[in-house]
């Protein structure tokens, strides 16, 4: 319990400097989903014709999110035992940074691939004690606005690395560039070594329990599984659909056209064009291709497919993609600041109202956190059928309105989960948590959508998803009426 049922001294600056740390974490993850149309035109990482090539591309948000579930339990054993918080958040912070900027330096899929495992690891040991301290500093009555507030990172945050990792490899002409930027984490990690210890909630030693028995508690408790089990449905679909989002607009909106001024283009480029001439003998092979027929990036690599030699296409393929861009096409860099600003709007709104009816919620109806968060489920569900059909621009209108519904969840939710358990269960059930959602939710549906979309389109992956976010609507309202009880049974064994 915190002093006098009031916040610990100094709470305030640590849910500051956990809300900029989160807003980096969010950043990174995204940056990688901004960057994929430029990853798969890379020649040096797939070959054109790769048959699997979005199946690998969700394979490297997958392999973060692996690494992630793994590591988490792991720290929320240690968090537990009462080792050091700010010592283990700035482990994890620093190898995150490290991991994440080094990204930009892979020169093969395999390295690429390495580099976003450790991401995971660095962000394991980040999520659940963060939370955890959250829970213990700040007293139950203000836990859901000071939840809510933390998790604001995840829609700003993602905005961000959407925003950056089109603007900066846009701006830069490389997705490099893009991951280079997440260094910054480093000064970040650096202070977190330094900061003082808050008092933990004293634990009696006979309150100790071997792990087993903490994961078989957790599995008792009816509103822990279902929360869990709706938010693993709702974390499927936000984190396939989020990670694909850029590709599939960038897939349906922009548009190519090979000319004989393209070609023109690529054999001499301009003195101030940073790009590597491509050679007179490629540009012939493309010569009979250049019928000034716009088309789209699928259907564009559809007509240039078996003009270029495998080596051909590692050294110029993207280079081609670039300067056949037609005039006036929407860009990548536009698409992800666009979907960003989005994120940003429909994310805070979602999750400050969110917050603000749940608490209105709590006491007025049984179960009210998962009344709103299934509810807001719900009405994201035909919002995000109709952006599929939508033209754009009216199609941006329903993006928002489906992030707004589908993000209603980070304040309620993780209100849930600190409050149905005790003190000692905290980082643990944080822990258990971030596992479940991730190995049974956004660890599978990247790569999902991404083997779906090798063998239709991204169309009919995306359509898939909408069954699941009903799932998820209906575990969160029939929860309802376990949570009067699972709370009150938490507080008095607290």
Not at 123 to 139: F, Q, R, T
Not at 241 to 252: C, G, L, S
Not at 410 to 427: D, K, M, Q, Y
Request: glycine content about 10%; overall charge positive; charged content about 15%.
């Amino acid at each position: 319990m915190t002093p006098n049922d009031k916040p610990f001294p100094g709470a305030n600056a640590a849910l500051a400097w956990l809300m900029v740390i989160n807003l980096f974490n969010y950043i990174d993850r995204q940056v990688l989903s901004a960057v994929l149309p430029r990853l798969e035109m890379d020649g040096t990482l797939f070959a054109a014709d790769d048959p699997n090539i979005k199946l690998k591309l969700g394979s490297l948000t997958s392999a973060f999110l692996a690494a992630y579930m793994i590591f988490a339990p792991i720290v929320g054993w240690l968090d537990g035992h009462g080792y050091r918080r700010w010592v283990i958040l700035g482990l994890g912070v620093t190898v995150w940074s490290v991991a994440s900027g080094s990204s930009g330096f892979a020169t093969s899929f395999a390295m690429l691939f390495a580099t976003r495992c450790l991401v995971g690891i660095g962000e394991g040991a980040y999520g659940p004690v963060s939370s955890a301290m959250l829970a213990d500093i700040y007293p139950s009555r203000l836990r859901g606005t000071v939840m809510a507030l933390f998790n604001m990172a995840v829609p700003v945050g993602s905005a961000l690395g959407f925003v950056i990792g089109g603007q900066v490899s846009e701006a830069f002409n490389d997705w490099r560039h893009a991951f280079w930027f997440t260094f910054l984490g480093l000064i970040l990690g650096c202070v977190l070594f330094f900061k003082k210890e808050f008092p933990r909630p004293s634990i009696a030693e006979s309150a100790r329990h071997r792990y087993s028995d903490l994961l078989r508690g957790l599995a008792r408790n009816r509103s822990f599984v279902f929360c869990c089990a709706g938010m693993t449905a709702v974390t499927f679909v936000i984190g396939g659909v989020a990670a694909w989002t850029p590709t599939y607009i960038f897939e349906r909106q922009a548009r190519f056209v090979v000319t004989a001024d393209a070609l023109d283009r690529l054999a001499n480029p301009k003195p101030d064009d940073t790009r590597r001439p491509v050679p007179a003998a490629v540009v012939a092979k493309l010569a009979p291709k250049a019928d000034g027929v716009e088309r789209s990036l699928l259907e564009l690599k559809a007509h240039l497919k078996g003009v270029l030699g495998e080596d051909e296409n590692v050294q110029y393929a993207e280079t081609i993609y670039k300067v056949t861009t037609a005039p006036g096409s929407i860009t990548l860099g536009t698409i992800s600041t666009m979907f960003g600003g989005i994120l940003v709007l429909g994310g805070l709104g979602a999750t400050a109202v969110g917050g603000w009816l749940g608490e209105k919620f709590r006491t007025r109806v049984k179960g009210g956190y998962f009344w709103v968060i299934g509810l807001g489920a719900l009405f994201a569900l035909p919002c995000y059928v109709a952006l599929l059909y939508a033209p754009f621009p009216l199609a941006w209108l329903f993006i928002f309105l489906t992030i707004f519904g589908l993000f209603f969840h980070i304040g309620p939710g993780f209100t849930i989960l600190a409050n149905v358990v005790t003190p000692e269960v905290r980082a643990t059930a944080f822990a258990v948590n971030i596992l479940v959602i991730h190995a049974l939710g956004d660890v599978i549906s990247p790569p999902l959508i991404g083997f779906v979309a090798d063998r239709s389109d991204l169309h009919t992956a995306f359509l898939l998803m909408s069954g699941v976010i009903l799932l998820g609507a209906g575990l969160w309202i029939y929860a309802a009426r376990f949570l009067e009880a699972d709370t009150a049974a938490a507080e008095r064994n607290g």
